[in-house]
């Protein structure tokens, strides 16, 4: 594991890594904020997933996170959003499908299912670094927002007992009715729509075997809202078999990291009090 860059904010550290990824062949990026807290006792985590574009570095400079979580005693880690270095036919054409558009699943379609696994790498591989190498508790959350949303989503609902809560920033809610969802699932996972299901949290919820509340914050001004995200599809999903679900629909609220910023500190504080902090 190298390390790439260390910055001090809030009493703790900002730390970016990248080390050699077995889920995806490949060398991967992460960066983590300790809080000072991290400096005599170990501290859990919230894996923040992030969306469409993104990378490790957009959260952790646009969220405002940091005051909270070093106020909490939080760690928090931010994988890249797709593997890297590799060159497949289609791969860099469009900025929702591939480069940056790993979707957390696994892909079983060549030539991606050789390195797209962003899946086992964000729910066994990384975890197992972290907590392998950093003054870090077995205890863990996960949010995100857009993409990541919906990787928070199915990486805590196929997860029992995985993850201590989720949340949710204007998640792809229902992937496999979405023009976002059917391009990137007919390019990872093939043209047999019967194994994308496993990878949509509206259809996941249904037979989940923990009802870990969800938390989900959505602007009304979100101008992918309707087409893309489909928020009232995991509502009714959770409204059918009473799974916990709080979805605030907050108005004038737009797609940005501006509406993250907003709300990060209450998804902060949801995430600390099911940590026990």
Not at 41 to 67: H, I, M
Request: charged share 20%; net charge negative; aromatic share 12%.
């Amino acid at each position: 594991m190298e390390l790439i860059s260390s910055t001090k904010s809030f009493g703790g550290w900002l730390k970016r890594y990248q080390h050699e990824s077995l889920s995806v062949k490949g060398d991967m990026t992460f960066a983590i904020y300790l809080p000072p807290q991290a400096e005599t006792q170990p501290v859990p985590v919230l894996y923040w997933l992030s969306g469409l574009t993104c990378n490790d570095e957009n959260f952790t400079q646009k969220a405002g996170a940091f005051r909270k979580a070093a106020e909490l005693g939080l760690a928090i880690v931010c994988p890249d959003t797709s593997p890297r270095g590799t060159d497949y036919p289609g791969e860099h054409d469009s900025y929702d499908f591939g480069s940056a558009a790993g979707f957390y699943l696994n892909a079983s379609v060549a030539p991606y299912a050789h390195t797209y696994h962003m899946y086992d790498y964000v729910v066994q591989e990384l975890p197992h670094v972290i907590e392998a190498n950093f003054p870090v508790t077995n205890e863990r959350s996960i949010s995100g927002h857009s993409m990541g949303g919906h990787g928070a989503l199915i990486c805590a609902l196929k997860n029992p007992g995985h993850y201590q809560s989720v949340s949710a920033f204007a998640p792809i809610a229902n992937p496999t009715d979405c023009p976002w969802g059917e391009k990137a699932f007919t390019g990872y996972l093939g043209e047999d729509k019967s194994t994308w299901q496993e990878w949509d949290a509206s259809l996941l919820i249904a037979n989940a075997k923990e009802r870990l509340p969800l938390l989900v914050d959505q602007g009304e001004a979100d101008n992918f809202l309707e087409e893309q995200l489909k928020p009232e599809a995991l509502e009714a999903a959770c409204e059918a078999v009473g799974h916990p679900l709080t979805l605030r629909r907050q108005p004038g609220y737009d797609h940005s990291y501006y509406f993250i910023a907003s709300f990060i500190d209450e998804h902060l504080e949801h995430h600390a009090k099911a940590l026990g902090l």
